[in-house]
């Protein structure tokens, strides 16, 4: 796996992929900035007047609902279509859905009208969506972590019909048939507002290149989660402001001398029980 991963990042940095985010206004700076900090091209278009237009030309669609608005989830809509038309894979990163009935439906809706090739988001968010209960404040929850976020990966994916991304201590991705656990980053990660954000959008980066999304999540995990190590090891204890900094200066450093290595293992999915790893 450490070869595939390698060659993904080289394949992105070559490529220099536009990633189109339609995301919210409190990620907005940091999001364009670690994208352009792992070696792609973003772009933050939001006007229905020209989402459509933007998404056909873009490599990947970002759709964020962090800062929920009836026109964004228009815009999101429009996008999302014409990316569909276009060939281009979309994500959507359900931000504080179960937090509202609103963010749910908005993100339910989103799914029902456009074809999603990677959903990401912490335990809560996805079961949620999945038809789910569990504990939510404001648009955090638990950290996700076990046997029970793998089968909760499983059904939704299975629900939702489409790559599933549940993120916590351990990550999980799945398309109910086949996935992985990746592992690693920091607890400064979840300091840091905009990180999951942003791992989004560096899982847009590389699903630009990689079309299989289940691969392309898979990379962006590894890659993400060394660049928190890496961060947290620089920034020396100083806390989530130099963090911050730090990260986007590991994901710029990242290559072939930092390579994650032995941080994703293969998902053996049962028919029978749902889940299981090794």
């Known amino acids: 796996m450490e070869k595939e991963l390698g060659e993904r990042l080289g394949k992105l940095r070559k490529e220099r992929p536009l990633v189109h985010n339609i ?17 792609a091209s973003p772009v933050m278009a939001y006007a229905r007047e020209e989402v459509a237009d933007m998404a056909k030309v873009a490599g990947a669609l970002v759709l964020n609902i962090g800062t929920l608005t009836a026109e964004l989830v228009e815009a999101c809509i429009i996008a999302g279509k014409a990316a569909n038309e276009a060939g281009v894979p979309v994500l959507l990163d359900p931000v504080g859905a179960g937090a509202t009935p609103y963010r749910t439906e908005s993100s339910l809706r989103i799914l029902r009208e456009v074809k999603v090739a990677i959903v990401r988001g912490n335990a809560a ?28 990966a499983v059904r939704a994916a299975d629900k939702l019909g489409t790559v599933v991304a549940v993120t916590g201590r351990e990550d999980v991705i799945t398309d ?21 954000c942003l791992l989004t959008s560096v899982m847009g980066a590389f699903a630009a ?42 994901l710029a450093g990242l290559g072939e001398a930092n390579v994650p290595k032995g941080v994703v293992r293969t998902l053996h999915i049962s028919p029978v029980t749902g889940g299981g790893a090794r």
Do not use: C, M
């Open 23 to 39: 995301t919210n206004t409190v990620v907005t700076n940091f999001t364009a900035n670690g994208l352009l900090a792992l070696g």
């Open 176 to 196: 109910g048939k086949k996935g992985f656990i990746v592992t690693g980053g920091d607890e400064l990660l979840t300091r840091v507002t905009g990180s999951g």
């Open 209 to 250: 290149v990689e079309k299989d999304p289940l691969q392309a999540g898979a990379a962006a995990l590894a890659w993400y989660g060394a660049a928190g190590e890496i961060a947290a090891s620089a920034a020396g204890g100083r806390g989530p402001g130099s963090f911050q900094v730090a990260l986007l200066d590991a």
């Open 125 to 152: 968010e996805i079961a949620h969506l999945a038809g789910e209960v569990r504990e939510i404040k404001g648009v955090d929850a638990g950290d996700g972590s076990g046997e029970a976020s793998v089968e909760l």
